[in-house]
């Protein structure tokens, strides 16, 4: 049996352009953090316990940086290039450390297009609500790449 289903696929290589970008704004909510740190069973009480974060510098508990890194790559995976997007590579900076409850603004902007590697290089810069800079990053990704004999056709 042969079914044809169209998926949303992102813009590949050809459809991207340098000084393409996207903005989006997320509120870091305790569900995320305890969803975060159930799936990957992080005991740091740094992230959750508010005594011992008292005890530290931070004075409170702080964002796993792991999990700011995933809100930047689902960005890729959803918006830009997309939906069949592939990091290759991730370099970011932690500028200050990001609190629980802060609602932060995410900066993406593709600054290189590689049409010989198939990698667009983008730029992401993170700005919390009295936009402080927090967090910058640098992402190479491998735009959806479409294999057109075969897009659509499931055979079971």
């Known amino acids: 049996m042969q079914i044809n289903r169209v998926k949303k696929v992102g813009k590949t290589i050809e459809e991207i352009e340098e000084g393409d ?5 997320e509120s870091i909510e305790d569900n995320q953090l305890l969803l975060y740190l159930g799936l990957t069973n992080d005991a740091n009480p740094l992230y959750i316990q508010h005594d011992y974060a008292q005890q ?3 004075q409170r508990p702080i964002v796993p940086s792991v999990m700011l890194m995933g809100i930047i790559t689902s960005a890729i995976s959803k918006h830009l290039p997309g939906p ?3 990091v290759v590579n991730f370099s970011v900076n932690f500028i200050e450390p990001i ?8 900066a993406f902007e593709v600054i ?6 198939d990698v667009v290089t983008i730029s992401v810069e993170a700005t919390n609500a009295e936009e402080d ?3 910058d990053a640098v992402v190479m990704v491998q ?11 499931i055979h079971e």
């Open 84 to 86: 069949g997007s592939h």
């Open 112 to 117: 290189k297009v590689d049409k010989m590697k």
């Open 99 to 106: 609190y629980h409850y802060e609602t932060l603004t995410f």
């Open 143 to 153: 735009p959806p790449i479409i294999e057109t004999e075969s897009v659509g056709d």
């Open 56 to 58: 530290t510098a931070y």
């Open 133 to 135: 800079r927090v967090l």
């Open 21 to 25: 970008s996207l903005s989006l704004t």
